[in-house]
């Protein structure tokens, strides 16, 4: 139990245009997702934290306007990275976490590499 | 969350336990360790968590000092397959939510036939 699927695994876009990655709970409800970035050779960073029907909290520094978060639903959230640049460039991970025994941990998604050219 | 250290890498001969240390010196007393690994361009997989008491799974052993402020990740018999980095991070457990996870630079394991 407890698989968190991304789409897609894998990205190329163009500068200036804007790239979708979606994060799913397959088999719980995720009531919060966290979305983490990480550059080569760096740690995970935490970007922002999604509850179901809510807004985003974003993390110090996170351009909120820049990478849009929707958690619409208890299985799927979305990140959205808009006018993206070749800093935009990472790796990009979800997990989720549930409710009752799902609730303790985080589950984490097996990331979508973006790559801006 | 409390700041953990850990080596920044470590080598392991195949079929030898791979002992991983981690110091969490200012750990809080509701705060869990939790060990994490994460396999070249993959995202983060679960190893282990435990609050006070040594745990064991069938990934590995978390053996915790008495006095909380360090630990010892063991995989008793490394493969090839376990070459990763390996993150210790602390955090309480919330019922209810789950809470941030503030991933320091772990330590980058290495086994070698």
């Known amino acids: 139990g407890a698989v968190v699927s991304q789409h897609p695994s894998r990205v190329i876009c163009k500068s200036g245009t804007s790239v979708k990655i979606e994060c799913r709970s397959l088999?719980?409800?995720?009531?919060?997702m966290f979305w983490y970035r990480q550059f080569p050779k760096q740690s995970l960073m935490l970007m922002a934290t999604?509850?179901?029907?809510?807004?985003?909290?974003?993390e110090q520094g996170v351009e909120k306007d820049k990478f849009l978060i929707n958690h619409a639903s208890l299985t799927l959230s979305t990140l959205t990275v808009t006018s993206a640049h070749p800093e935009d460039s990472s790796f990009y991970i979800c997990?989720?976490?549930?409710?009752?025994?799902?609730?303790?941990?985080?589950?984490f998604g097996p990331g979508t590499r973006l790559t801006v050219t | 969350d409390a700041k953990t250290t850990q080596p920044t890498s470590m080598d392991c001969a195949e079929g030898r336990a791979a002992n991983l240390p981690c110091n969490h010196s200012t750990i809080s007393g509701n705060e869990y360790v939790y060990w994490y690994r994460q396999i070249h361009s993959q995202g983060p997989q679960y190893i282990i968590h435990?609050?006070?008491n040594n745990e064991t799974n069938e990934m590995a052993s978390l053996i915790i000092t008495e006095d909380r402020k360090s630990s010892t990740l063991i995989l008793p018999h490394a493969t090839l397959r376990d070459t990763a980095v390996y993150y210790c991070?602390?955090?309480?457990?919330?019922?209810?939510?789950?809470?941030?996870?503030?991933f320091g630079t772990g330590t980058r394991l290495q086994v070698t036939l």
């Open positions: 991070i602390v955090r309480p457990q919330n019922t209810g939510t789950a809470s941030k996870l503030t």
């Open positions: 999604s509850n179901e029907g809510s807004k985003a909290t974003y």
């Open positions: 997990s989720a976490s549930g409710a009752g025994a799902y609730s303790y941990e985080q589950y």
């Open positions: 088999d719980f409800q995720a009531t919060t």
């Open positions: 435990g609050l006070k």
